[in-house]
């Protein structure tokens, strides 16, 4: 048997339950299989595929009605091969651990893409925070940590927000914290600015999404946002950033979307009203209060049948499958930079670089959020406050020198379009060299 087949029989064993962690895991191995000596790096492998600890446990809190609720609670810490456990915690229904498994092994190769000093992990509950008041969110937050912060630390693993964690629950969870364990700001990113917060880290993956992108589009088309129709699924952090940044550059968003359907206007959607809708957690209908004549479908992945230059799937995994891809080529996209963790199945991603469309994976083009969370490490360490201009600029570096890296591997497998290899390939060489040279 060949070695790759063996890993993933021995994977399969302990794992065959977990089918979005082994297909995480496999997409990896089929792709860097041809460009790695998988005989001679066989344990590495198995290593790095494996997360280093798991914490499970049930929370119980009470509703505002008295009712006692139970939830799950989880932490995956993956690797801590480059530095401190750090990645988002996930509040949402759909939470379990084979997804959390999955986007814990993705943030180690991310973390490690960026040349940071950061490890991976992820983590979160099957806790669903829309329509709860801040009393429930805060009485949650406390018993969520109760059982939490005995596995955090500043120099051990750091938290941030993911889906359905905004900065005031950070607040939240930080205060519970605190109350626990002492102060320690350097425990979380993503705080409130004046609980130790960095400015702009709620701006910053929305922000890098759209330099990296602005990056490629120079570097293989010569082009850049001016004039270019953009689809933006979700409406949240990293969505909603994003948005704001293509119009700053002269593009124009012309839809966007929620879990309950998407707007479409050909001339351009006005981004701080849907910012303001989903601020007051309203549904993206509402959207047509105020301009009646926007186009609505009750149905999300509607989005993708519209004609545009450049997509930037920000709302969650496996959004486009390989049917929405097909009608993105059909439609003359040109690039699809993914702002959201794994929103292309394999299949469609496949497809689009097939096609000759500059696709760039989540694992590089939506860095910029942990990258910001690193700096806000950083000023908290040296008690500091950096400006916005100052945080910016640093973003901007972090994500060109993202690029130059994948595009130079790229071009060094002579597969200049296949971005997504060479984003594995980066990563996985900067965490092999930290176990063979330390
Ligand atoms: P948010 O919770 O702020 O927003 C998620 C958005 O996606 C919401 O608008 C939500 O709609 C929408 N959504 C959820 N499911 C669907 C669906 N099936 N179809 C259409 N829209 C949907 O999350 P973030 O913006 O923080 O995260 C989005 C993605 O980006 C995730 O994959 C996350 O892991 C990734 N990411 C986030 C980072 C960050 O810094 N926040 C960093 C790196 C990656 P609704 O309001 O109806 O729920």
Same mark, same amino acid.
């Given at each position: 048997m060949?070695?790759?087949?063996k890993?993933?029989?021995?994977?399969l064993?302990?794992?065959?339950?977990?089918?979005?962690?082994?297909?995480?895991?496999?997409?990896?191995?089929?792709?860097?299989?041809?460009?790695?000596?998988?005989?001679?790096?066989?344990?590495?492998?198995?290593q790095?595929?494996?997360?280093?600890?798991?914490?499970?446990?049930?929370?119980?809190?009470?509703?505002d009605?008295?009712?006692?609720?139970?939830?799950k609670?989880?932490?995956?810490?993956?690797?801590?091969?480059?530095g401190?456990?750090?990645?988002g915690?996930?509040?949402?229904?759909?939470?379990?651990?084979?997804?959390?498994?999955?986007?814990?092994?993705?943030?180690?190769?991310?973390?490690?893409?960026?040349?940071?000093?950061?490890?991976?992990?992820?983590?979160?509950?099957?806790?669903?925070?829309?329509?709860?008041s801040?009393?429930?969110?805060?009485?949650?937050?406390?018993k969520?940590?109760?059982?939490?912060?005995?596995?955090?630390?500043?120099?051990?693993?750091?938290p941030?927000?993911?889906i359905?964690?905004?900065?005031?629950?950070?607040?939240?969870m930080?205060d519970?914290?605190?109350?626990?364990k002492?102060?320690?700001?350097?425990?979380?990113?993503?705080?409130?600015?004046?609980?130790?917060?960095?400015?702009?880290?709620?701006?910053a993956?929305?922000?890098?999404?759209?330099?990296?992108?602005?990056?490629?589009?120079k570097?293989?088309?010569?082009?850049?946002?001016?004039r270019?129709?953009?689809?933006?699924?979700?409406?949240?952090?990293v969505?909603?950033?994003?948005?704001?940044?293509?119009?700053?550059?002269?593009?124009?968003?012309?839809?966007m979307?929620?879990?309950? $359907?998407?707007?479409? =206007?050909?001339? +351009?959607?006005? /981004? !701080?009203y849907?910012?303001?809708?989903?601020t @007051?957690? &309203?549904?993206i209908?509402?959207y047509?209060?105020?301009?009646p004549q926007?186009?609505?479908?009750?149905?999300?992945?509607h989005i993708?049948?519209?004609?545009?230059?450049?997509?930037?799937?920000?709302?969650?995994?496996?959004?486009?499958?390989?049917?929405?891809?097909k009608?993105?080529?059909?439609?003359?996209i040109?690039?699809?930079?993914?702002?959201?963790?794994?929103?292309?199945?394999?299949?469609?991603?496949?497809?689009?670089?097939?096609?000759?469309?500059?696709?760039?994976? $989540?694992?590089?083009? =939506?860095?910029? +959020?942990?990258? /910001? !969370?690193?700096?806000?490490?950083?000023?908290? @360490?040296? &008690?500091?406050?950096?400006?916005?201009?100052?945080?910016?600029?640093?973003?901007?570096?972090?994500?060109?020198?993202?690029f130059?890296?994948?595009y130079?591997?790229?071009?060094?497998?002579?597969?200049?379009m296949?971005?997504d290899?060479?984003?594995?390939?980066?990563?996985?060489?900067?965490?092999?060299?930290?176990?063979?040279?330390?």
């Open positions: 060949h070695n790759i087949d890993i993933k029989k021995e994977f064993k302990k794992y065959r339950s977990q089918k979005l962690y082994s297909k995480t895991v496999f997409n990896f191995l089929d792709l860097v299989n041809q460009y790695i000596d998988v005989d001679n790096d066989y344990h590495v492998i198995e790095l595929i494996e997360a280093e600890n798991v914490v499970e446990f049930d929370v119980f809190w009470e509703n009605k008295g009712k006692i609720v139970k939830n609670g989880y932490r995956v810490q993956h690797s801590k091969l480059l401190p456990y750090k990645g915690l996930r509040f949402h229904p759909t939470v379990n651990l084979d997804i959390l498994r999955s986007l814990a092994f993705e943030q180690s190769l991310k973390n490690a893409i960026t040349g940071l000093p950061l490890g991976g992990a992820k983590g979160g509950s099957d806790f669903d925070p829309k329509h709860k801040d009393d429930e969110l805060r009485r949650f937050c406390y969520y940590m109760e059982s939490l912060a005995p596995y955090l630390g500043h120099d051990y693993d750091v941030a927000g993911d359905g964690v905004s900065n005031k629950l950070i607040g939240y930080y519970a914290y605190r109350k626990l002492g102060d320690d700001p350097g425990v979380f990113t993503g705080k409130p600015i004046s609980e130790g917060g960095s400015i702009l880290r709620p701006e993956t929305g922000y890098g999404l759209v330099y990296i992108a602005e990056s490629a589009l570097h293989y088309k010569n082009t850049d946002f001016k270019k129709k953009v689809l933006i699924s979700g409406s949240g952090n969505a909603i950033h994003a948005a704001y940044k293509v119009c700053e550059l002269g593009g124009m968003v012309v839809a979307s929620d879990s309950s $359907g998407v707007i479409y =206007n050909n001339q +351009g959607l006005d /981004v !701080s849907v910012d303001e809708i989903k @007051k957690d &309203k549904r209908h509402a047509l209060d105020k301009y926007t186009f609505f479908s009750a149905d999300s992945k993708w049948n519209f004609k545009a230059d450049i997509a930037l799937p920000s709302a969650t995994q496996n959004e486009v499958q390989l049917v929405d891809a009608k993105l080529v059909d439609h003359g040109i690039g699809i930079f993914e702002g959201a963790n794994m929103p292309l199945t394999k299949e469609a991603s496949d497809y689009v670089i097939d096609q000759g469309v500059i696709f760039i994976p $989540g694992k590089a083009a =939506n860095a910029g +959020g942990v990258s /910001v !969370s690193y700096f806000e490490m950083v000023q908290n @360490k040296l &008690k500091q406050q950096w400006t916005k201009e100052d945080v910016d600029k640093k973003l901007k570096d972090v994500m060109t020198n993202i130059n890296n994948i130079k591997e790229a071009e060094r497998i002579n597969q200049k296949r971005l290899i060479a984003s594995d390939l980066v990563g996985y060489k900067r965490l092999r060299d930290k176990i063979l040279k330390g």
